[in-house]
């Protein structure tokens, strides 16, 4: 199936697309290949042979694939509607090129472009505001590592969900990566007397910044923050919570902190305290099965968590 995909094409390219796709060995597939399927090696060259397609045939493949990027999956679904055979004979370099295509891993795109994360990069950054409506193509992880990409590098920032708006945009109106960054130190020093934060909070002790006075909701500067490698973060629907530190946070972690902050500490305190302080709201049944696997202790007849099952005894 891959050879009629890919043919005509140089074993060593090959190999390298099956193996950044499946991650196959090259040199045990290579022998393979070389050993099992000769017949289709012509001089370092994987060639098969097609079954041509009409005009007609070749203008419903034009009709069908009307965009710059397709995922394959959803043209194949909907080709083999007509055609039972339309993976074999359609989907291939050679079928494509003739309207202007490849194949460019789980894509077809125009070959306009020949990588898939320059053309969803230049889509993204084209416009002031780029929204993700969540296109078959937009549901893959090369869509989603542009995405993460560009938001650790400052050249696009969530304003809501799915909704992004551009660096160009951001200087149009005299917001540059310095002042973005700048916001990111700014919240370090406010930080530092707190080992758990969030935004939030922090405006609740006084802190501000130009940047605040854009107006943004909230999830503009808290993803700011995020895109930090110097922050990690719970992410709750609600908002975030940062640490400064290299090691991967939780909620869990965060809530273990709490309670071992206290050693005993009843549920609606504990939910109080983190409405008070971060300016969070999270309900009592996540709580008890985020902790319900950990050293933590819950009593359902107290309604109180303990940092361990000793200081419950103790207690009781």
């Known amino acids: 199936h891959l050879f009629h995909e890919q043919a005509p094409i140089h074993i060593d390219h090959f190999l390298d697309y099956v193996y950044d ?137 969530k304003i809501e969900h799915d909704t992004y708006i551009t660096l160009p945009k951001l200087e149009s109106v005299g917001i540059t990566t310095d002042h973005i960054v700048d916001f990111q130190q700014q919240v370090k020093f406010a930080s530092e007397d707190f080992e758990y934060f969030t935004l939030d909070m922090l405006k609740a002790k006084g802190f501000t910044h130009p940047l605040l006075e854009l107006g943004f909701e909230s999830i503009f500067y808290d993803r700011i923050l995020w895109a930090d490698p110097e922050f990690q973060a719970v992410t709750l629907n609600a908002g975030y919570i940062f640490i400064i530190q290299q090691e991967d946070v939780t909620l869990s972690i965060f809530l273990k902190w709490l309670i071992n902050h206290y050693d005993s500490i009843e549920a609606y305190d504990l939910m109080n305290e983190i409405k008070q302080t971060y300016h969070l709201e999270i309900e009592l049944s996540k709580i008890i099965a985020l902790l319900q696997n950990t050293e933590i202790y819950y009593s359902p007849e107290l309604m109180k968590f303990y940092s361990d099952k000793n200081v419950y005894f103790d207690e009781v």
Request: glycine letters at 2%; a negative charge; hydrophobic letters at 40%.
């Open 21 to 157: 796709m499946y991650g196959l060995k090259k040199t045990s597939l290579r022998s393979f290949i070389q050993s099992e399927l000769f017949e289709y090696i012509d001089d370092d060259l994987i060639k098969v042979q097609y079954v041509p397609l009409s005009d007609q045939e070749l203008d419903y493949l034009k009709r069908l694939i009307d965009a710059d990027i397709h995922t394959i999956e959803e043209i194949v679904a909907i080709g083999s509607r007509d055609y039972s055979d339309f993976a074999d004979r359609f989907i291939n370099n050679m079928m494509l090129n003739k309207i202007g295509y490849s194949i460019r891993s789980q894509f077809i795109l125009t070959n306009d472009y020949r990588s898939v994360e320059r053309y969803f990069t230049d889509l993204i950054l084209s416009k002031d505001y780029f929204i993700n409506e969540r296109l078959p193509v937009h549901r893959t992880q090369s869509f989603s590592k542009v995405i993460y990409d560009l938001e650790k590098e400052l050249k696009i920032f």
